[in-house]
């Protein structure tokens, strides 16, 4: 697709239920980037692969998340026993070359959002 | 948490004012991006500054990346009403880290 597509775009979930939010990045896109949005506030890093590793994982929030891009390709986040404060848009980025110096513009999806009831 | 000061935190406008909004940091970045993001959106870029003291327009436009690497700000001159959102500025070395937003309301 033309632009970095994410879905679900609406996620309800129950207090300790498991999810899985996919995204697909821009065709040939090496870098991919998870963000989380709270209300009112600005996206909070997640996460970073490169291609198929995650070389940044430093902004997930708990064990609870995880993500994976096996290949290098379609990325999923995961939230096992989600919690009422796990709710908030979840955002995805991805950008053509490497992010050694922070060069590159980053494309966003439009997010899933997800609550937790 | 979030690294970047942004401010104001909300403006709101008449139709054709000018408008100004600043972001600083403790940290240096090597580039500095201003994306708008409307409800129900991602983020969408604005303009992208890699210099330190680079002064870039984007037709209303102006942005400036800070001489110490430290701040930026974005100018929007002659506002109109679809200029309505939420402004963040981002910093950036590896990944990026974003501003709490400014919350733009132009009233016609």
């Known amino acids: 697709g033309a632009g970095v597509s994410q879905s679900p775009r609406y996620k309800v979930a129950k207090r300790g239920q498991d999810v899985a939010l996919r995204c697909d990045p821009i065709?040939?896109?090496?870098?991919l980037f998870w963000y989380q949005q709270a209300l009112g506030q600005g996206p909070e890093f997640l996460t970073y692969?490169?291609?198929?590793?995650?070389?940044?994982k430093s902004g997930l929030p708990s064990d609870r998340f995880f993500a994976e891009r096996p290949e290098g390709s379609v990325s999923t986040l995961k939230i096992q026993r989600t919690q009422q404060e796990d709710s908030a848009v979840y955002l995805c980025?991805?950008?053509?070359?490497?992010?050694?110096?922070?060069?590159?513009?980053?494309?966003f999806g439009s997010g899933t959002q997800l609550s937790v009831l | 948490g979030q690294q970047l000061n942004q401010s104001p935190q909300s403006m709101f406008i008449q139709e054709g004012e000018d408008v100004s909004m600043n972001c600083t940091s403790s940290?240096?970045?090597?580039?500095w991006l201003w994306y708008k993001q409307d409800p129900g959106e991602g983020p969408v870029l604005l303009i992208a500054?890699?210099?330190?003291?680079e002064l870039t327009s984007n037709g209303r436009l102006t942005a400036q990346f800070g001489i110490t690497r430290k701040d930026s700000f974005l100018n929007i001159s002659a506002s109109i009403p679809s200029d309505v959102g939420i402004y963040f500025c981002?910093?950036?070395?590896?990944?990026?880290?974003f501003g709490a937003g400014t919350r733009l309301t132009v009233k016609p």
């Open positions: 980025a991805s950008s053509l070359g490497r992010q050694s110096q922070g060069h590159e513009k980053l494309f």
């Open positions: 065709s040939g896109h090496v870098s």
């Open positions: 692969f490169q291609n198929e590793a995650q070389l940044d």
């Open positions: 940290s240096i970045f090597n580039t």
């Open positions: 500054l890699y210099k330190a003291g």
């Open positions: 981002a910093g950036q070395r590896r990944d990026m880290r």
